[in-house]
Structures are given as structure tokens and as C-alpha cells.
């Protein structure tokens, strides 16, 4: 099991930028990914994008292509997500899960953090 901890978020503007962390605990396994989620009030959770822990390979949700950029740092475990020109739709509680596969499916991600707020609000 790893646990996370997620930090980072609140209140900016629309066009604004915010870099949200995932600090992991626990052995990440060089085939896991690290996935960003996120829930608005009302809305299901839903995938932002996520990193292969090993390789670093990236995978986005096309709503944040060309905005939202996800990394990861190693030697820290820890995993970040660049967050930039926000609309107030990027609004939502932001969690960080690991898994094995980029399933939809918040089910398919076993372990989770408690989530960092993001508002976009003028």
C-alpha cells in the first residue's frame, strides 16, 4: 500500500496557475501509475491525468491538454501537477491515486489521497 498527501491548492483567478504536489509514502513499483482526479460538487470524480512511475510517460483527460502538465520527482516521490490558464470548470477537490492501469474508473485506482481544493473564482 502507499499512502499520499496531496497539497497545493486554493483560490486563483481565471488565467491563473497553481502546481499541485503528491508526496507518496511507501514503495512505488517502476510499473504503477500516479494519477490526478478530481471532483466538483455534484459531478463524479473524473480522470485529469496521470505519469508512469518508471518511464515518466504522461496521459491526459482532453479537457486539460496544453494546460495541465504532470511530473514526477524520484528521488522524492513525489509527483506534482502544473496547472495553468484555469477556467472556473477546473474547480473541484483534486485527489492523487495510484494503480496499475489508466482506467477511468476511480474503482480501478486502489490507494488515494484526501484531496487538496482547487477554486477558480474571480
Known amino acids: 500500500q502507499v499512502q499520499l498527501v496531496e497539497s497545493g491548492g486554493g483560490l486563483v483567478q481565471p488565467g491563473g496557475s497553481l502546481r499541485l504536489s503528491c508526496a507518496a509514502s511507501?514503495?512505488?513499483?517502476?510499473?504503477?501509475?500516479i494519477g490526478w482526479f478530481r471532483q466538483a460538487p455534484g459531478k463524479e470524480r473524473e480522470f485529469v491525468a496521470g505519469i508512469r512511475w518508471g518511464y515518466g510517460t504522461t496521459n491526459y483527460a482532453d479537457s486539460v491538454k496544453g494546460r495541465f502538465t504532470i511530473s514526477r520527482d524520484k528521488a522524492e516521490n513525489t509527483i506534482y501537477l502544473q496547472m495553468n490558464n484555469l477556467i472556473p470548470e477546473d474547480s473541484a477537490l483534486y485527489h492523487c491515486?495510484?494503480?496499475?492501469?489508466?482506467?477511468?474508473?476511480?474503482?480501478?485506482?486502489?490507494?488515494w489521497g484526501q484531496g487538496t481544493r482547487v477554486t477558480v473564482s474571480s
Open positions: 491515486a495510484r494503480g496499475s492501469s489508466y482506467s477511468v474508473s476511480p474503482s480501478s485506482w486502489p490507494d
Open positions: 511507501g514503495r512505488i513499483l517502476s510499473s504503477s501509475i
